[in-house]
């Protein structure tokens, strides 16, 4: 297992904002990105939605199960898309954001943190869903010198990258700790230096060091940040104002069609991981037995008490305010309207209520 290939939701706040640029875009052209301008009730006719364009943050991985799904069982064709061109992300990727903005692509997945910033720059973004209720972040060692809380911390060494070290500063804050509590090197997303005994823990996310740690034959030990004060979303679903104003019934055709898509996945993770296997990620070799893991820790993320209760992808409204608080202690800005528009998921759970519940 290559670590970086499976790290949903973290891949593109490491990558930062790849060729944004949007401070000189304000008017980004995105009434034109649509697909269809129709604001409607009802489903629309067979493929009268015409192709999705569908920009992913990451390669071609199981962090898209849903989507996978969605395709393989037709569920775009089903709620008026004749076709659907996903367009997978990663480190050289033009990123999602760029990709709305620019009309090459109509629907996406991107972060809070990418979100705010362009934002910042003159665009015009909310969050429209979140696939993972809960941030993957976790503190990763193993079990024979374990780290299962904030305080177990206290005079260890651990491995942190330059870009997660604002997110490890604002936990240890609400935590009561600080970074001289600790001696923070760097990291390369290798779990080697911890096997060797070179650092105490590493700072990774719940979907990756743990399971290729696992599979290599070791003992880890997880503290995830989510069980300690630290709340936010991730991997989150993204449009403009313009696009969620003028283009309402692609939006919620896309958001309907991945939701049978997880809903499907969470029934059954091998369906997903062998779909990522065996077809949109052939070309990348992975193993049944990795995409599987992964499927399910990623599972961990989007199903929760929550979710069950409203719905795949919503984000309640503490939810919100907490991402918003989180995001503030991380340098990072904005506020619940800035960042969050869910009327496009009450309309679909509304208009669908059968796929708020969960099997």
């Given at each position: 297992m290559t670590d970086q290939l499976n790290s949903p939701g973290g891949a593109m706040s490491r990558r930062g904002l790849l060729g944004l640029g949007l401070a000189t875009t304000v008017g980004f052209a995105l009434a034109g990105c649509g697909a269809s301008t129709s604001t409607g009730a009802g489903a629309p006719a067979a493929g009268g939605l015409g192709q999705l364009q569908y920009a992913f943050s990451w390669l071609y991985d199981v962090t898209q199960a849903g989507p996978y799904i969605a395709d393989t069982k037709g569920y775009y064709n089903k709620v008026g898309f004749s076709s659907v061109k996903f367009i997978p992300g990663g480190p050289s990727a033009v990123s999602v954001?760029?990709?709305l903005a620019n009309g090459t692509a109509q629907f996406g997945v991107s972060s809070p943190t990418e979100i705010v910033a362009a934002n910042q720059n003159g665009a015009s973004f909310r969050v429209i869903g979140a696939m993972y209720q809960k941030t993957p972040s976790c503190i990763v060692s193993l079990r024979s010198n374990p780290i299962t809380t904030p305080a177990d911390l206290k005079g260890k060494t651990i491995a942190v990258s330059n870009a997660d070290k604002p997110a490890v500063e604002a936990f240890l804050a609400v935590n009561g700790l600080k970074s001289s509590d600790?001696?923070?090197v760097p990291f390369q997303y290798d779990p080697a230096p911890l096997v060797a005994g070179q650092v105490d823990g590493i700072m990774d996310y719940s979907t990756n060091s743990p399971i290729s740690l696992k599979q290599s034959g070791h003992d880890p030990a997880v503290m995830m940040f989510a069980d300690f004060k630290y709340a936010t979303i991730t991997q989150t679903y993204v449009a403009s104002t313009?696009?969620?104003?003028k283009n309402r019934t692609m939006l919620k055709a896309a958001l309907r069609a991945d939701i049978m898509g997880w809903r499907a996945d969470i029934a059954d993770p091998k369906e997903g991981a062998s779909l990522a296997v065996n077809k949109y990620g052939k070309s990348l070799k992975?193993?049944?037995e990795n995409q599987l893991a992964c499927n399910q820790a990623e599972i961990a993320l989007i199903r929760t008490a929550d979710t069950e209760k409203n719905g795949i992808l919503t984000v309640t409204e503490a939810l919100q305010k907490e991402?918003?608080?989180?995001?503030a202690l991380t340098g990072v800005h904005t506020t619940v309207d800035n960042l969050f528009d869910m009327s496009l998921l009450a309309e679909v759970y509304k208009e669908y209520p059968e796929l708020r519940t969960l099997s």
């Open positions: 954001l760029t990709q600790m001696t923070i313009d696009q969620i104003s992975f193993s049944l991402t918003v608080e989180t995001l």
